[in-house]
């Protein structure tokens, strides 16, 4: 997104390695403030030029004092911005301002209670006391010049700093993680109160951003999307369709091992009711013919991968050679998310100049020679099904749950046939038509139906039965990262598995999976 099209206000959050970096992001962003993570070697010159209202310096694995500890331009608390240091970042404040930072002889971890300064900016309106999240074994012990401790905790007497001069603060806690349970409005002080940033971020205001944003970077050539059904994919067609209409050309991959009426669905309503162009092609015997014999599920994946890419490449050929004259297709749209961005950002002290481009199809933009549209670069999933909706797309879409890229080939154990496939397909449509019809599709992460490659013994109509077994997935989760099992409702679970038995030929047992990532994964394969 171009300078003169970034929202008003923007946070800059200076990434020291920490796992809740991300967290950080999504809670100004929560606070309707634009915020952008950057590597910690930027330099204070380059900083300014961002016209940031704040920085915020996030926590990290290492101690200020060790041999080869990230380290920051000293120079961007000169800049005459406010600066939040959480955890590291608040020693590194310190150690960089003059004060002195030591081992702790009490390691603080977990749950503690905050003494918060009358005082304190940002503890506006907020109580004496605080619930917080520590994770550290290091403290404060003198402070810089200028500060004042604006908050203890039992081990620490400076759990938080501050220059109120220099609007410069520092907490010992992680206000960003939900186990400290005010941290939100924490954050919303230092956002609104000390840096002075407006609500301008939101879903609304950015639909008109990228739409000029796209714009100006397509003109009058034509643009290609891989769509898959999925949230990230048709949020980033209609956002494109906005942008330019029919400039926008999808192509969508039947590859056999999708559910029940999602080509369908992919039809009636990018091609039915936005009317975007949409090119389906049905490759399924071409895949399930790379796949025969294949039960290892790496060999599967790396198989549906190469293939697709084939496929679309094939796709994108023949519409390229339909076009005549300057403005052809010359651009390739992808649904990559920020956290995808993130991802590729080099921590161990490389600049902002290394992050790349993370293709969410693999080798497609290099081999094909397209230059790449990514419209949701700056968004988090959350904010893309905010995106959605805002552009109009049904809650069935956008409030989708996540879909393994190979599809139901992962969820059939072992050897795929046309049999299988169908056992599955017809089982997972069971799950989630039950699901919704119960209002628990919506409050889940996942919940789906694995085809194991297990027979067992049954009755049906007092004939013998020798079928397959099924086994149940439903996992709450706040990223995909770690998962729970859900402990759903007994009468649930029984019209799942009572409808399986009885309308999917193949099947005559159920079983729920009970395991929680780790140690299992959400997918089986």
Known sequence: MSDALTPASKIVILDFGSQYTQVIARRVRECRVYSEILPHTIAAADLRKLGAKGIILSGGPASVYAKGAPKVDKKIFDLGLPVLGICYGMQLIAQNLGGKVERSTHREYGAGTLKAGRLCPLFH???????????????????????????????????????????????????????????KEIVANFVHRICGCGSDWTMGSFIQRACADIRAQVREDRVILGLSGGVDSSVAAALLHKAIG??????????????????????????????????????????????????????KRKIIGNEFIKVFEQAAR?????????????????????????????IGGNPAALIKSHHNVGGLPERMKFQLVEPLRQLFKDEVREVGAELGLPRELVGRQPFPGPGLAVRVLGELTPEKLRIVRDADTIVIEEMKA???????????????????????????????TIALRIVESQDGMTANWVRVPYDLLARISSRIINEVKGVNRIVYD??????????WE
């Open 318 to 346: 023949e519409l390229k050679s339909s076009v005549k004259g300057a403005h052809g297709y010359k651009f390739l749209a992808q649904g990559t998310l920020y956290p995808d961005v993130i991802e590729s950002v080099a």
């Open 246 to 299: 029919d400039q926008l050309t999808c192509i969508f991959v039947d590859n056999g091992l999708i559910r029940n009426g999602e080509r369908e669905a992919v039809e009636k309503l990018f091609a039915g009711h936005f009317h975007i162009k949409l090119r389906v092609v049905n490759a399924s015997k071409r895949f399930l013919s790379k796949l025969k014999g294949v039960t290892d599920p790496e060999r």
């Open 125 to 183: 309106k907020l109580p004496a006391k605080l619930e917080v999240w520590n994770s550290h074994g290091d403290r404060i012990t003198a402070l810089p010049g200028g500060f004042t401790p604006m908050g203890t905790t039992e081990n620490s007497p400076h759990a938080v700093i501050g220059d109120p001069v220099r609007h410069i603060y520092g907490m010992q806690f992680h206000p960003e993680v939900v186990h400290t349970p005010r941290g």
């Open 438 to 468: 119960a209002d628990w599709y919506y409050k889940v992460w996942q919940s789906f139906a694995v085809l194991l490659p297990v027979r067992s013994v049954g009755v049906m109509g007092d004939e013998r039965t020798y079928d397959f």
């Open 514 to 523: 009970v395991s929680s990532k780790p140690p299992a994964t959400i997918e």
